[in-house]
């Protein structure tokens, strides 16, 4: 049974990802997985009451909390270092790879903390760090497998130049339209995969974008009105979102504390029961 796997795996390594030179990104995506992976469940059982013997937070002498984004800089910075600096070989720079994902993947969850520069881990706002680090995985996924958002010929002739700029000009332009509309994740794919960047810019604004501030509102409020409809807060795509959010990253600290509430009325309920049970029990 290990030989097969075996074989696979030094097929995939060989075959898919060595011979097209994709070893290191996907190094790099494997460190980012795991080590994303590793953190979210680590700090989920900080909080549990069930897991009281799990290690929690890095805390200096002084009271300082050190953030788990810290050992991801440090990483990043020492693996980047090696591997540019020349000094990585193989294996090292497979290694060095590995690490710099890894690094990734420990400042990413924290990304949230960048944006605000607050410790909103378990807030609401901290479910953007959940967002970032999907979207990293997913263009990492899309170079690993050879999407590029540019093609240019290596002996090109002027009108293959000339469209090759246009259409990287259109790109773009749809790319920018689609982050001011705050359609994020339209711009982030489609800058790879370049219709879906096209569909973006040409779709509705989202009403608190930029976009909506300029070109709705006031000026055109039909609009400004079906922005509101199109993008109301219970709609299905965003409560499918906000599930997944809960389903990677758990629940924010509102809602993990009323759960605890609840669970603990009902355990108080069950043991009131069981003593008016005892009570009403003929003596024996």
């Given at each position: 049974?290990?030989?097969?796997?075996?074989?696979?795996?030094?097929?995939?390594?060989?075959?898919?990802?060595?011979?097209?030179?994709?070893?290191?990104?996907?190094?790099?995506?494997?460190?980012?997985?795991?080590?994303?992976?590793?953190?979210?469940?680590?700090?989920?059982?900080?909080?549990?009451?069930?897991?009281?013997?799990?290690?929690?937070?890095?805390?200096?002498?002084?009271?300082?909390?050190?953030?788990?984004?810290?050992?991801?800089?440090?990483?990043?910075?020492?693996?980047?270092?090696?591997?540019?600096?020349g000094f990585a070989t193989d294996p090292i720079y497979e290694i060095c790879a590995f690490a710099f994902g890894v690094g990734i993947g420990l400042t990413i969850d924290e990304f949230a903390l960048w944006v605000y520069l607050d410790d909103v881990y378990w807030a609401k706002q901290g479910r953007s760090s959940v967002d970032a680090a999907v979207i990293a995985v997913a263009l990492m996924g899309l170079i690993l497998?050879?999407?590029?958002?540019?093609?240019?010929?290596?002996?090109?002739?002027?009108?293959?130049?000339?469209?090759?700029?246009?259409?990287?000009?259109?790109?773009?332009?749809?790319?920018?339209?689609?982050?001011?509309?705050?359609?994020?994740?339209?711009?982030?794919?489609?800058?790879?995969?370049?219709?879906?960047?096209?569909?973006?810019?040409?779709?509705?604004?989202?009403?608190?974008?930029?976009?909506?501030?300029?070109?709705?509102?006031?000026?055109?409020?039909?609009?400004?009105?079906?922005?509101?409809?199109?993008?109301?807060?219970?709609?299905?795509?965003?409560?499918?979102?906000?599930?997944?959010?809960?389903?990677?990253?758990?629940?924010?600290?509102?809602?993990?504390?009323?759960?605890?509430?609840?669970?603990?009325?009902?355990?108080?309920?069950?043991?009131?029961?069981?003593?008016?049970?005892?009570?009403?029990?003929?003596?024996?």
């Amino acid at each position: 049974m290990s030989l097969p796997l075996a074989n696979f795996i030094s097929d995939f390594w060989n075959d898919q990802l060595v011979e097209h030179d994709r070893q290191w990104v996907f190094l790099v995506l494997l460190g980012v997985l795991i080590s994303f992976g590793f953190i979210r469940m680590s700090t989920r059982l900080m909080r549990s009451p069930r897991v009281p013997w799990w290690p929690g937070s890095v805390v200096s002498d002084s009271g300082v909390h050190v953030h788990h984004l810290v050992f991801g800089i440090v990483l990043m910075m020492v693996a980047g270092t090696l591997s540019f600096g020349g000094f990585a070989t193989d294996p090292i720079y497979e290694i060095c790879a590995f690490a710099f994902g890894v690094g990734i993947g420990l400042t990413i969850d924290e990304f949230a903390l960048w944006v605000y520069l607050d410790d909103v881990y378990w807030a609401k706002q901290g479910r953007s760090s959940v967002d970032a680090a999907v979207i990293a995985v997913a263009l990492m996924g899309l170079i690993l497998i050879g999407v590029r958002p540019f093609e240019f010929d290596d002996d090109p002739d002027t009108t293959s130049t000339l469209a090759a700029i246009v259409g990287a000009s259109i790109v773009l332009f749809s790319v920018v339209t689609c982050f001011l509309k705050k359609r994020f994740a339209h711009g982030l794919f489609g800058f790879f995969v370049q219709p879906l960047a096209v569909y973006g810019a040409l779709r509705l604004g989202k009403p608190d974008s930029g976009w909506a501030r300029r070109f709705y509102g006031e000026r055109n409020p039909k609009k400004q009105a079906r922005a509101v409809k199109r993008f109301d807060p219970g709609r299905r795509t965003e409560r499918f979102k906000e599930w997944l959010r809960t389903l990677i990253g758990g629940s924010t600290e509102a809602d993990y504390d009323e759960k605890i509430k609840e669970r603990a009325e009902e355990k108080q309920e069950k043991a009131e029961e069981k003593q008016e049970k005892v009570k009403k029990s003929p003596e024996a």
